[in-house]
């Protein structure tokens, strides 16, 4: 009976908390962190977390954001020799928006100054208005994402349509407010494409099983796929939500991170409003960015933001009511997504080495994107679509029938059993693909394409002397060759 | 469709009416969510277009299809009084002369910087240097920066793998800062702490948060509250979608906590079906403002023991106590001073780094302290910090200082002295001066501000006023405060935002106004209060 059971024993834990699964920091992380305890040298490429493997912060947004730190260094008149004019300047102008500096709680939607700021940088970037009333920074996009679907969830009737693959964020939210995860499958053979017709698969039959499908999620670039989406494709799927009544929720945190030039990134709100009223006016659609990917990676900031298209006003105040309820996001946070809406200009004394940091990372980026894919695909056993963007490489690994027996033996499912065993040879620290979900019996695993430039070709050629080990061990009896 | 919609507000404004003599939705888990009439203000005077899709439709964001759940919550802290008082702030500008104040004071949150509270310059000083660390490298940095807080930053980024302040961390917080906070704890308390215990946090409130998903399931699922309490566990107790089960504080015994009356709410949560998993006690209180006897904590840490409860001690205040009879003790020294270990008593402790005498809210840092529970429920909780991935690491910097300051021999140890005394000095002298002005108020009292931030009065509103507010529907507390705000510019916020015993009436006001701005204050306090009063005194 209740009474025996204390409150926290394990058997009296809300369910939803225990059936919530979060694999990018999940057992292989866990595996791998008690590697390193024991000595053993890990490369972390399980979570997008560039300064972590060693990509230095943009100097300019960390010399402002020091100086709004401590104020006081502002009277200094030697102040002038450690930081540039421009940095100065900047620091006072964010101390001004603010309300007692960054130490006092903001407006529970963020300084209205930098809303502004994001604002503006909406409006350059798609050529339509935005307004700063509707948008709300968040501590890190992934607070933003929780508070909107918490809204959209009532019970687990209410289903939500996720790409699979897809970031966990949204199947672990999901599952802790009860709702209930609808899948739709991207087709790794056309480049992780998204058909219109798996949609309506998927939607169908969701309804058919009694569940009422409210919202939409895309993640534009790709996590783990990091395919950019066409703009016929968006107009597809907002001519979809519009049909379908759902709401769309456009995760655009990889808007900087493109490495090809097919198809730049274009944001479905621009989409949406070059379709025109009625469909303008109609969509609910939410737009989710961050401090944390592009080139500047301050992931430890958490800082984020959602911009409202074509919320209802009460709406509105709901959710910001909830907001309140968290008082402020963090406030340097917040000087971090004004900076980045609004770098330094040319003719600013910052400029060139701005620029300068700017491009040298992602042009490493896209570099490193082609040699993992390359890399990859260059084992016999393993198939790797190109990093179009975001920051992952998401190979399939073709694994053996003694593989999977293996791995069954093992009590490991067997992207699982594979990464463990890759992480134990190499210390390479991946997320095997069922943390993101696959088609059954196909297995991937996720990996980044943060490690130095000059370390890749070790990993890389590490991976592939593993990979020619594993397949040695448990291939097919004629043998395994890389040819 | 102007038609429609006022319609649609009209019957919200009826539904509340009905409502708003009752005590607030947190008190009584079966009612109806209930759109506040915040929502009625901020409808008239949106500018924003209002779309096709508010009407009754099949879209699923309208407020007709959002989570119940977020309908029910109220957050009173940042509600209604405070968007009348931004708007009159912004009228204030263009028509300065239409007003009897000149600015408007914002008494309503504990958010000391915003009133004019200076940071720790130590503190500030490690931050600034950790954000950008290549300052360490500068020769010029020695002349600008104190000698502790150079090595102190130093000594952080050695435990910061590759001394990235901008990669997440362990989502438990960096390992090196949680043995800092551990170390702290043993210092306060005299009783060991494990840093695998502890979960930075974006402040508090998420741990809190935390909390409630873990222990709430559904509305069969309950949490003891203080009544009076900070909005914080009503609203994440309704958005958990779990059950609020009050307990009443004395006001008659300077808020005083009767392990009699939390039984006999818990017998009668539990005779409803109720499965009351936690107490919740804030301790310096919130809005209350009372300091436990220690002798008290010792009731309440037996009386969780005995009925399974788990311990959810808010110590957020612990830094601000004003009474020299009074002390803060820490829930786990007491159960620990108890005999109680890890396998006896579930409690989670929260710290934050928005209060104290550091004020420093806009950073959102803070830690929970988990013990007493097992390992795999420990796993849980990590896995729901995860999905967040980590908390601000310039927050977590911060907690970790402020659970160790400078030591008596570091550079900056006199200087942190003097501003900490200076800010708890001004606070205790604050707090007394605005408790003296309200108890001689006609018809108000005022228990002492004995530690937190808050005054807590109670005024006894004429039968006269009560109907006012009546026929301008509104809770008269909420009326009175109104009233306050426009005729003096001071924002508070109305009783009926934290509860209190049905027919009572309260505000709470912060001590936090600069030492120069409390005399126009009180003034203006006392004014308005006679005035009211002669308007309508019985």
């Known amino acids: ?483 | 469709m102007r038609r429609f919609l006022i319609n649609q507000a009209k019957g919200l404004v009826d539904h509340s009416r009905r409502q708003h003599h009752k005590s607030p939705s947190f008190l009584s888990p079966q009612s109806r969510p209930l759109a506040s009439l915040v929502s009625l203000s901020r409808f008239f005077s949106s500018t924003s277009e209002m779309s096709a899709s508010d009407s009754t439709s099949s879209l699923p964001v309208t407020l007709d299809s959002i989570n119940p759940k977020v309908l029910k919550c109220e957050y009173a802290v940042r509600g209604e009084i405070v968007n009348i008082a931004q708007k009159l702030q912004e009228d204030l500008k263009a028509n300065k002369d239409a007003y009897p104040f000149d600015e408007i004071i914002y008494c309503n949150i504990g958010n000391p910087q915003s009133l004019g509270q200076l940071p720790i310059r130590f503190f500030r000083e490690v931050l600034a240097l950790c954000d950008h660390a290549s300052l360490l490298d500068e020769s010029e940095t020695h002349g600008l920066f104190s000698i502790d807080s150079i090595d102190r930053a130093w000594k952080i980024l050695d435990q910061i793998p590759g001394r990235a302040t901008g990669a997440y961390s362990h989502s438990q917080g960096i390992k090196g800062l949680r043995d800092v906070i551990a170390a702290g704890i043993e210092a306060r308390d005299g009783f060991p702490a494990d840093p695998n215990d502890i979960f930075l946090t974006d402040g508090a409130s998420p741990a809190v948060h935390m909390m409630m998903q873990l222990l709430l399931s559904s509305e069969k699922d309950g949490i003891l509250c203080p009544i009076p309490q900070y909005p914080l566990y009503s609203a994440s107790i309704a958005l958990h979608g779990g059950s609020l089960v009050p307990y009443y504080l004395d006001e008659a015994t300077g808020w005083g906590l009767e392990i009699s009356d939390l039984k006999k709410q818990l017998e009668e949560a539990r005779s409803k079906g109720i499965a009351v998993r936690a107490l919740v006690v804030i301790n310096p209180g919130n809005p209350t403002g009372q300091v436990l006897a220690e002798e008290n904590q010792r009731d309440i840490v037996n009386f969780c023991k005995q009925e399974g409860l788990v311990l959810l001690a808010d110590e957020v205040y612990q830094e601000n106590v004003y009474v020299p009879d009074k002390k803060f003790h820490s829930f786990k020294k007491v159960a620990r001073s108890l005999g109680y270990g890890e396998k006896d008593i579930s409690l989670v402790s929260f710290q934050s780094v928005s209060k104290g005498y550091y004020g420093e809210c806009g950073k959102r840092g803070g830690y929970m302290e988990v013990t007493g529970f097992t390992s795999d429920v420990r796993e849980q909780i990590y896995k729901m910090a995860s999905v967040n991935l980590c908390s601000n690491i310039s927050g977590q910097i911060l907690a970790s200082l402020v659970m160790s300051p400078p030591k008596p021999g570091d550079d900056s140890y006199d200087s942190y002295m003097a501003e900490r005394d200076g800010i708890l000095s001004s606070m205790a002298k604050r707090a007394k001066t605005l408790e003296d002005a309200l108890n001689s108020l006609e018809g108000v009292t005022c228990n002492r501000a004995e530690g937190a931030m808050y005054l807590f009065p109670r005024i006894s509103l004429p039968q006269k006023a009560i109907e006012a507010a009546e026929a301008e529907k509104t809770a008269p507390d909420a009326f009175y405060c109104k009233r306050l705000l426009n005729a003096t510019g001071v924002v508070v916020v109305p009783g009926s935002g934290f509860g209190q015993v049905p027919g009572t009436w309260h505000f709470r006001c912060t001590i936090l106004p600069q030492e120069d701005k409390i005399p126009a204050i009180v003034n203006r306090l006392t004014e308005f209060h006679k005035s009211f009063m002669d308007e309508f005194r019985n």
């Open chain 1, 1 to 483: 009976m209740e009474m025996s059971l204390k409150a926290l024993d394990y058997e009296s834990l809300n369910e939803n908390v225990k059936n919530c699964q979060y694999a990018v920091r999940g057992e292989l992380y866990l595996r791998a962190s008690e590697l390193q305890k024991e000595g053993k040298k890990i490369i972390f490429t399980n979570v997008g977390n560039p300064h972590a493997l060693g990509q230095k912060p943009l100097t300019f947004p960390r010399q402002v954001v020091a100086l709004c730190q401590a104020p006081f260094l502002l009277d200094d008149p030697n102040i002038g020799m450690i930081f540039p004019a421009d940095a100065i300047a900047r620091a006072k102008h964010y101390l001004s928006l603010t309300s007692g500096g960054l130490g006092a709680y903001s407006d529970s939607r963020g300084l209205p100054g930098v809303r502004k700021e994001v604002a503006e940088f909406i409006e350059r970037r798609d050529g339509y208005p935005s307004d700063p009333e509707l948008i709300f920074l968040t501590d890190g996009a992934s607070k933003g994402v929780m508070q909107i679907l918490n809204c959209v969830i009532r019970s687990q009737k209410d289903g939500i349509l996720v790409p699979v693959p897809q970031y966990p964020l949204y199947s672990a939210t999901i599952s802790l407010l009860g709702g209930t995860l609808v899948p739709y499958y991207l087709e790794e053979s056309e480049n992780w494409g998204l058909d219109v017709n798996n949609l309506r698969q998927s939607v169908a039959q969701a309804r058919s099983q009694g569940i009422t499908v409210r919202a939409m999620v895309i993640i534009n670039p790709g996590n783990p796929t990091g395919q950019c989406l066409s703009e016929a494709n968006l107009r597809e799927i907002l001519r979809f939500c519009c049909d379908e009544r759902l709401v769309l929720l456009g995760d655009e945190v990889y808007q900087q991170n493109i490495y090809q030039d097919e198809r730049p990134f274009i944001s479905s709100k621009k989409v949406l409003m070059d379709m025109r009223a009625p469909i303008s006016k109609e969509v609910q659609l939410i737009s989710f960015h961050t401090v944390s990917k592009g080139y500047w990676g301050e992931c430890g900031q958490r800082g984020g933001y959602f911009e409202m298209t074509n919320i209802p006003p009460r709406t509105v105040e709901e959710i910001y009511k909830v907001a309140s309820i968290a008082l402020s996001p963090n406030v340097s946070a917040q000087i971090f997504m004004g900076l980045m809406v609004s770098p330094p200009k040319p003719g600013d004394i910052s400029h060139d080495q701005f620029v300068r940091e700017s491009k040298g990372i992602l042009e490493s980026l896209r570099r490193r994107a082609r040699m993992m894919t390359d890399g990859f695909n260059s084992c016999k056993n393993v198939v790797c679509n190109f990093t179009e963007g975001a920051m992952y490489s998401f190979p399939q690994i073709k694994l053996p029938s003694k593989a999977i027996e293996a791995a069954k033996q093992a009590g490991k499912v067997p992207d699982v059993f594979y990464c463990l065993k890759l992480l134990e040879a190499t210390g390479i620290s991946t997320v095997p693909g069922s943390g993101f979900g696959q088609k059954e019996g196909v297995f991937h695993l996720r990996t980044t394409i943060l490690p130095a430039e000059e370390e890749m070709p070790e990993i890389m050629d590490s991976f592939k002397k593993f990979n020619d080990e594993f397949m040695s061990q448990y291939g097919d009896n004629f043998g395994y060759s890389r040819m």
